[in-house]
């Protein structure tokens, strides 16, 4: 059975941190990650991405130096810790990743930002 579990989304004031976990199970864990965010009546956005080792990373430019993807693959989590976040970064946020041939895709977590 595929699952990729995501927890750790919420509601957060301006400027606080939090941090969303991607739970995989049923398959290979070595291969890309990502997350994902989109927010009402915007395109989807690529947030962060890290190759299957974890040595290659980049970010968008909306989210560089405050966000950090990471990823333990012993546990096989994704991790994006988000620090001194803005409204702007509200929205649903979903990791992605996959196998050869195969892509997976998490439930979405919302992240809320609010004074």
């Known amino acids: 059975q595929v699952q990729l579990v995501e927890s750790g989304g919420g509601l957060v004031r301006p400027g606080g941190s939090l941090r969303l976990s991607c739970a995989a199970s049923g398959f290979n864990f070595r291969y890309y990650g990502k997350w994902y965010r989109q927010a009402p009546g915007k395109d989807r956005e690529l947030v962060a991405r890290?190759?299957?080792?974890?040595?290659?990373?980049e970010y968008a430019d909306s989210v560089k130096g405050r966000f950090t993807i990471s990823r333990d693959n012993g546990k096989m989590t994704l991790y994006l810790q988000m620090d001194s976040l803005k409204f702007e970064d509200t929205a649903v946020y979903y990791c992605?990743?996959?196998?050869?041939?195969?892509?997976?895709w998490g439930q979405g977590t919302q992240v809320t930002v609010s004074s």
């Open positions: 992605n990743t996959g196998e050869r041939g195969r892509e997976f």
């Open positions: 890290i190759n299957g080792y974890g040595d290659k990373i």
